[in-house]
């Protein structure tokens, strides 16, 4: 039986509609349907087994079978399965997250408003941004500034603050209120001979003339990944941040940190803004909140910010924002379970540990030559794929090698996820130095079998 002849799979193909998905082709080639998971596995419904390799969408970070996590949803269900947030009402699921939230933040976050997902949390990051600066009587800062290659959700507000082009292709035009600035990949962005140091000082230097050519008074926040997941693990060089706030900070530029991906131990960091030195005034975090049993994300701000937007709400008699699920009481409760069991577990202990193993696999695929740039950090890397490894010349497009080395893999059990010329790897957090060399021999494999098949 092919994937597409079961009467599951028959009904997928008739009814649903797949996002980030070739709609023709899943017409002809089906879904894989996954029925059940265990630890870091998947089972799918013909009981093949698959290291779920990307987390789902970065986000299962414990895995697919944690008894705690079930128990904290089920016991909520029993006890208060909704109540909402707005007008003073709120419940002790919210309130406790909120607060071991902030216990866990950057230093300088002192709020959080709750949401069901990063792009959620986006949207509310970019209203709140304009709320702020209309509070301070500057209604002229709505302009945004983000980076090429970043990706911030698909709403029409974060999707316009993403810099990937596949994801405004067929949209219309994005919001005219964002700027996109150079993405900070020395690989590809770097001129021939420039060092760290001097690439970080053209940034810098482009994003203040970006700001001056907009004008200073337009341009209300910087938004930007510690480490771009979706753009393709891109780690920003050495330096860029310090030289980045800098910036912002002259003109008077809010800092907005999407930790939707890089949060609680992705990067050996609980935050990804401590692994690359951010000073945030804003926050996002979804995903590995609740470690994707439930839905949920959070937008953190600063007092600083909080005090403007209280007074604010205090002269227009509320303020106007908020969502139906917003601090939805199984979803915090199971939050408030996933920031424990980290704790408990010492998540982020364990990935500065397994992860040496898995960057240094990772690495030596650069030597493979249909490899341009092995990189990563923590629990997170992709290879990209060039035809030619001195000019860094990409593959035709219609070769999708990287396609064709993600299907390899799947074949060998694994599951990883292509972004156009790149593979993307990142295991839940509580994958073992076992379970990663599987993965690693299963990824040499695959990339040998590619290049057998287009350099025969």
Avoid at 238 to 266: H, N
Wanted: aromatic fraction near 8%; include cysteine; charged fraction near 20%.
């Amino acid at each position: 039986m092919t994937a597409r002849d079961s009467a599951m799979a028959k009904r997928d193909i008739a009814h649903h509609l797949h996002p980030q998905t070739n709609l023709r082709l899943h017409e002809q080639v089906g879904p894989l349907l996954i029925e059940r998971g265990e630890g870091i596995y998947v089972f799918d419904d013909q009981g093949q087994r698959y290291i779920e390799g990307m987390s789902g969408l970065w986000c299962a970070t414990l895995g697919f079978s944690q008894p705690r996590l079930a128990e904290a949803a089920y016991a909520q269900m029993l006890k208060l399965p909704y109540q909402q947030t707005f007008a003073h009402r709120s419940h002790g699921p919210a309130a406790d997250l909120a607060a071991e939230l902030i216990a866990h933040a950057p230093a300088g976050l002192d709020k959080v408003v709750f949401q069901s997902s990063g792009s959620e949390a986006i949207d509310t990051a970019i209203k709140l941004v304009r709320y702020y600066h209309i509070a301070l009587g500057k209604p002229g800062k709505h302009r945004l500034i983000a980076r090429q290659r970043s990706y911030h959700g698909t709403t029409l507000a974060a999707a316009s603050l993403t810099g990937l082009p596949n994801m405004h292709k067929g949209w219309g035009d994005p919001l005219a209120d964002v700027i996109h600035v150079r993405c900070p990949h020395l690989y590809r962005q770097g001129l021939p001979g420039e060092t760290e140091e001097a690439f970080t000082t053209r940034l810098a230097e482009e994003l203040e003339q970006t700001i001056l050519d907009a004008g200073p008074d337009t341009i209300g926040a910087f938004f930007a990944e510690p480490v771009m997941g979706t753009g393709g693990v891109i780690l920003p060089p050495a330096g860029y941040f310090t030289k980045v706030q800098a910036v912002l900070r002259k003109y008077d530029i809010l800092m907005v940190a999407d930790e939707v991906i890089c949060g609680f131990g992705r990067t050996g960091y609980y935050w990804g803004c401590q692994a690359m030195g951010i000073q945030p005034d804003m926050l996002t975090c979804a995903k590995g909140l609740s470690a994707a049993f439930q839905p949920i994300s959070a937008l953190l701000l600063s007092d600083r910010i909080y005090q403007v937007i209280a007074d604010q709400s205090n002269a227009l008699g509320g303020l106007g924002h908020g969502y139906t699920y917003g601090g939805h009481p199984v979803a915090a409760a199971v939050a408030l379970e996933t920031l424990r069991m980290y704790d408990e577990l010492n998540i982020v202990e364990h990935v500065v540990e397994v992860s040496k193993a898995f960057q240094a696999g990772v690495k030596a695929f650069s030597d493979h030559p249909l490899v341009g740039e092995a990189r990563g950090i923590g629990l997170m890397a992709a290879l990209e794929f060039v035809a030619d490894k001195h000019t860094r010349e990409p593959f035709p497009a219609e070769l999708k090698v990287a396609t064709q080395v993600s299907n390899a893999l799947q074949r060998r059990s694994i599951l990883l996820r292509a972004l156009g010329d790149t593979l993307v790897m990142a295991p839940p957090l509580i994958v073992d130095a076992d379970q990663i060399q599987t993965i690693l021999n299963a990824v040499g494999e695959a990339l040998d079998e590619v290049l057998a098949s287009i350099r025969p």
